[in-house]
Structures are given as C-alpha cells and as structure tokens.
C-alpha cells in the first residue's frame, strides 16, 4: 500500500497511539524563585551544588527578550524544583538573599 493511512473506501485511518502508562508517577513541580537571568543562574548553581534539581523556565529567552516571556519584561526567568525539595530550596534562596 502507497499510503498506509488511507484506506480503500478513500478514509484516513490514523495509527493507533498508545497512551501514557497511567502506573507512571510525574513529579510536579513549584516555583521557588521567579527574576533576572542572572540571579536565576547563581540560585540554579546554589541549589545544583546542594543537589536539588533544578528547571530554570525561560532562562534563555529570559536573557535575550525578556518582553517576549512575561508583561512588561519583568520577572522572566523562573526555577522550579520537585515539590519535595521546595522547603530546601526556599531556605537557601533566603540566606543567599540575606547575605
């Protein structure tokens, strides 16, 4: 068959899809710390270094176009981390804050 999505009476048959292994856990995710590009690069660092993980939101285009990632260009870049890791994340943040 030349094309196997088409079938004779001329409707197209999409191939089944498998869905998502509902035994799978996803760990959610919370922000700790939204801002400029470049404290949200020193936080990722700090919190990779006592190893917590870590997804910066928008950190390159925070840093290149930050009017095109948030209103008026003001706070572009976010870190969030798995919501178990959030209290540490938040205590750290706090003492590189207040140094």
């Known amino acids: 068959m030349l094309f196997p999505y ?3 009476n001329n409707s197209i048959e999409l191939p089944k899809i498998k869905k998502h292994m509902s035994n ?4 959610s995710f919370k ?8 404290q949200a690069s020193l936080i990722q ?3 990779e270094e006592h190893e917590i993980p ?3 939101k928008n950190g390159l285009m925070g840093s290149i176009e930050p009017f095109a990632v948030s209103a008026g260009g ?10 178990q890791y959030v209290e540490d994340a ?3 943040i706090r003492e590189l804050e207040s140094d």
């Open 90 to 92: 938040l205590a750290l």
């Open 24 to 27: 799978q856990v996803e760990p």
């Open 6 to 8: 088409i079938a004779e």
């Open 74 to 83: 003001f706070n572009p870049v976010s870190i969030d981390v798995p919501s």
């Open 54 to 56: 870590v997804f910066l």
């Open 31 to 38: 922000e700790v710390y939204s801002g400029d590009f470049l």
């Open 45 to 47: 660092q700090l919190l």
